[in-house]
């Protein structure tokens, strides 16, 4: 079994930053995908941002390019979201998802076998 637990979430002004994290357990990653979903109040669930293991490409939402970036730790537990320029559109609960093996619909939430719990990010205007 799978065990993802997400932290770092909080609350920040609009242009300011934040880092979340994705403590990861249980299996080895080694052949595991990685990705960030977001869901805010009365919205469904959108894709974020993905990683792909080995070659650690990266996949991002047009809404979040150039301001964030995602990032794993060299022992593969942790995956890492850094947001930056952030506006109130980002205020939502994040979420961490991993699968085995990449999906070429990475972006479908679907597509994912482990999820974490969640933790909220809150922008103010």
């Known amino acids: 079994q799978v065990q993802l637990v997400e932290s770092g979430g909080g609350s920040v002004q609009a242009g300011g930053s934040l880092r979340v994290s994705c403590a990861a357990s249980g299996r080895t990653f080694n052949n595991h995908a990685m990705a960030w979903f977001r869901q805010a109040p009365g919205k469904e669930r959108e894709f974020v941002s993905a990683?792909?293991?080995?070659?650690?490409?990266?996949y991002y939402a047009d809404s979040v390019k150039g301001r964030f970036t995602i990032s794993r730790d060299r022992a593969r537990t942790t995956l890492y979201l850094q947001m930056n320029s952030l506006t109130p559109e980002d205020t939502a609960v994040y979420y961490c998802?991993?699968?085995?093996?990449?999906?070429?619909?990475?972006?479908?939430?679907?597509?994912?076998?482990?999820w974490g719990q969640g933790t909220q990010v809150t922008v103010s205007s």
């Open positions: 998802a991993s699968r085995e093996g990449w999906h070429i619909y990475y972006h479908d939430s679907n597509n994912y076998s482990y």
């Open positions: 990683m792909r293991w080995p070659t650690e490409m990266k």
